[in-house]
């Protein structure tokens, strides 16, 4: 089964556009996560509505961080994404009058959702301004090196 990724991916690009000194085009963040610019431009208008990201037109148009990194939480942006499934697994309703499917499922459903409830609220603890400072951590203790997007400088 394929996990969702879009909020790691939207995090990304966010990252991406927070440490750049220029707009970013649709295309150059989709380079960064080998998807369609459609598939951004998309999600990110989302962002847009909520004021995380603005969009310009024509040359050195693109997008653009407008919110304060250090207010903006990863609950925020997973709520603004669509609040995407948290969990891949799921219960079998195969045979909904089966009490055993019932009993594991009743079992299951509350365990789940006291886990997603537990995680989507740890989620409002990250400010995009925490991921920026590790990432500058990490950048600074690494200088010099090849990362995985060397081919996609701005």
């Given at each position: 089964?394929?996990?969702?990724?879009?909020?790691?991916?939207?995090?990304?690009?966010?990252?991406?556009?927070?440490?750049?000194?220029?707009?970013?085009?649709?295309?150059?963040?989709?380079?960064?996560?080998?998807?369609?610019?459609?598939?951004?431009r998309?999600?990110?208008?989302?962002?847009?509505?909520?004021?995380?990201?603005?969009?310009?037109?024509?040359?050195?148009?693109?997008?653009?961080?407008?919110?304060?990194?250090?207010?903006?939480?990863?609950?925020?942006?997973?709520?603004?994404?669509?609040?995407?499934?948290?969990?891949?697994?799921?219960?079998?309703?195969?045979?909904?009058?089966?009490?055993?499917?019932?009993?594991?499922?009743?079992?299951?459903?509350?365990t789940?959702?006291?886990?997603?409830?537990?995680?989507?609220?740890?989620?409002?603890d990250?400010?995009?301004?925490?991921?920026?400072?590790?990432?500058?951590?990490?950048?600074?203790?690494?200088?010099?090196?090849?990362?995985?997007?060397?081919?996609?400088?701005?």
């Amino acid at each position: 089964m394929r996990r969702d990724s879009k909020l790691s991916s939207i995090l990304h690009v966010l990252l991406h556009m927070a440490h750049s000194e220029a707009p970013l085009t649709s295309e150059q963040l989709s380079g960064y996560l080998r998807t369609n610019p459609v598939l951004v431009r998309r999600v990110l208008a989302g962002l847009r509505e909520r004021g995380y990201v603005s969009s310009g037109k024509g040359h050195g148009g693109g997008w653009s961080i407008t919110c304060d990194l250090s207010k903006v939480t990863l609950r925020d942006i997973y709520e603004a994404v669509g609040s995407p499934t948290v969990f891949a697994m799921g219960n079998r309703v195969d045979h909904p009058s089966c009490l055993v499917e019932k009993v594991v499922n009743q079992s299951l459903a509350s365990t789940f959702e006291e886990a997603e409830a537990l995680l989507i609220e740890r989620f409002k603890d990250v400010t995009l301004a925490d991921l920026s400072s590790q990432f500058n951590h990490l950048y600074a203790k690494h200088k010099g090196e090849i990362h995985g997007h060397e081919s996609h400088k701005q």
